[in-house]
């Protein structure tokens, strides 16, 4: 599927399809949308194996699942992964209870926002680039 410009994917911790209900580590499934300001619409809803416990495995195939995903709301996700999901250009959205997923796409599109979208794409156009890391490690720190 094509994506358009000003338009971010979505993912949502679900049961369901229906309301963000999970934990991200051990989500049942992540269902994704494509929002713009004024539309939505369902990407597709991938489904997990339900395994206790952490499992590497586990959290690769969710981050794999998310590597064209602007955000993902979920109720929790712990420290490590939410760090392997930002390297990836995912941003992490804690959500403090369990939420229509309608509800919280017309919430992101009352406050949407705005230049996202774009600084998305010149982000990863950035990261694209052979040297970006490079530069980015030979640069000044504070």
């Not at 399809?17 to 300001?37: A, I, K, M, N, W």
């Not at 495995?57 to 760090?83: E, M």
Request: proline share 4%.
């Amino acid at each position: 599927m094509l994506k358009q410009e000003n338009t971010l994917d979505i993912a949502f911790a679900s049961s369901n399809e229906v309301d963000l209900d999970e934990h991200f580590g051990s989500c049942h499934q992540l269902t994704l949308y494509r929002l713009s300001p004024d539309s939505s619409q369902f990407i597709e809803s991938i489904k997990f194996n339900s395994t206790p416990g952490h499992n590497q495995q586990k959290i690769s195939d969710r981050l794999t699942a998310l590597r064209n995903c602007f955000a993902v709301y979920c109720l929790a996700c712990g420290n490590p992964v939410r760090q392997q999901l930002l390297a990836q250009g995912t941003r992490v959205v804690i959500h403090p209870h369990s939420e229509a997923i309608d509800n919280l796409i017309t919430k992101i599109q009352c406050n949407w926002p705005g230049k996202i979208a774009l600084r998305e794409s010149k982000q990863r156009n950035k990261k694209q680039d052979d040297d970006y890391f490079k530069k980015l490690a030979d640069s000044e720190w504070d």
